[in-house]
Structure formats: C-alpha cells, structure tokens
C-alpha cells in the first residue's frame, strides 16, 4: 500500500518554464490538497479538491492550477515558473472534506527555480 | 496575530524526560485539531488528533484541548532520541469556507 505517491522527487527548472507535479492515491480518498512549504512559513495550502470533479483555491493560489484527473490523482501545474515558487510541495489526501479528516502526506518534491 | 502560533524552538529535554509542546490558535469556530510530527527532510506524519476539551491518550503522546482558552498542547512522555523532530499543529477551522491551518511548528531536540 503506497499511500500518497508524489513524482518527480526533485526538479530544477529554469524562470519561464512550466511543468507538472503528479501525485497519486490508493486510499479511496475523495479529497485532495497540494501545499508548499518554505522556512519559516510553515505549510500553506495552494489548492484543494473536496471530491472528484470539484477544485478550489486555498490561501496561496497565485501561479498555480490544478487538475483532479479523476478520484486517484491530482497534478499541480506551474505555467511559467518564477524563483519565488521554489519551494517543497507536499501532496496529501483525506477520506473527506470536513471537521476531523486527518491528512496523509506525500513524500514531497523539492523544486528549485532558478 | 496569526492564526495558528507555535513557539519555533528548539525545545531541548533530557531523554526520558516529558516533553510539552504548546499550541494556540485564533478561530473560536475551530474543531478540530491534529498534531504532526515531521523529521528533517521528509513528510509530515499524523500523531493524533482531538476534537473534545479535555486530554486524549495515544501510548506515550497524550492532547490536550482546552476550547475556552483557545490552546492546544501535545505531552510526549519518555522522549527518545527517536523523537527528536518538529511538530506540527494544525486546526481545522469551522467558520466559513475551508480552512486547514498548520502552525509553523516546534523543532524538539531530546539529549541522550
């Protein structure tokens, strides 16, 4: 049971570019989240997806989309990469949205821009 | 003042001592409350969570959840060197739209 699978592990882009960040559940969970975490700031939430079908923004979402491919996975889009976007950006998921749905984290990418 | 606080650390305990992390967070309408536990370069990891005022016991991680006061705290008896690590509060907050706030955590040292 692999949980949350995130891909790549490490990416290095150049400013302007754009790339996508995958990640995969196998819990039969409806929700999903990406965050970003930086020094200092803790983790902060980018996107969210309540259940399949449905995104919404969180407090972050400048520079972003998403894509809820369908229940299993939910990629993160950066269109043209900036260095304030370097960061490491956790996947996680939860049976459901709402009071008391502890989160499951992905193992993280770590992306530099530079 | 920000929604969820955590004092940064380090917070630096003997092994075997009880370790007491703190937590406080601005949302009344808050209900319930996680803590995680994530080591230097990886995932964070849920420890346990609390929903009711009072203390909630796991093996040696014991919550507390004090709602009037708008504080939660993680007790971790017998810390281990194995605990070393920085914990993360987050509250899921009850008012409005979604909102799933973690603090910026405490990094725990435990000395053997």
């Known amino acids: 049971n692999a949980g949350v699978t995130q891909t790549p592990k490490f990416q290095v882009l150049k400013t302007g570019q754009s790339m996508t960040l995958q990640c995969a559940q196998d819990m039969n969970h409806n929700s999903m989240y990406w965050y970003r975490q930086d020094p200092g700031m803790g983790l902060r939430l980018i996107y969210y997806s309540a259940s399949e079908g449905t995104t919404d923004k969180g407090e972050v979402p400048n520079g972003y989309n998403v894509s809820r491919l369908n229940k299993r996975e939910f990629s993160l889009r950066l269109e043209s990469a900036a260095p304030s976007q370097t960061s490491v950006y956790f996947c996680a998921s939860s049976e459901a949205l709402g009071v008391g749905q502890p989160q499951h984290f992905g193992d993280g990418t770590r992306l530099s821009i530079l | 003042q920000k929604e969820v606080e955590q004092n940064s650390g380090p917070l630096s305990v003997p092994e075997g001592a009880i370790a007491s992390l703190n937590c406080t967070y601005s949302d009344r309408g808050s209900q319930s409350f996680f803590w995680y536990r994530q080591y230097s370069g990886k995932s964070p990891e849920l420890i346990m969570f609390?929903?009711?005022?009072g203390d909630k016991e796991d093996g040696r991680f014991t919550a507390q959840l004090n709602k009037a006061s708008q504080y939660v705290s993680l007790l971790i008896r017998d810390s281990q060197p194995s605990d070393s690590a920085t914990y993360l509060c987050?509250?899921?907050?009850?008012?409005?739209?979604?909102?799933?706030?973690f603090g910026t955590g405490t990094r725990l040292k435990v000395l053997a």
């Open positions: 987050a509250v899921n907050m009850g008012s409005g739209a979604y909102k799933y706030i």
């Open positions: 609390i929903y009711s005022n």
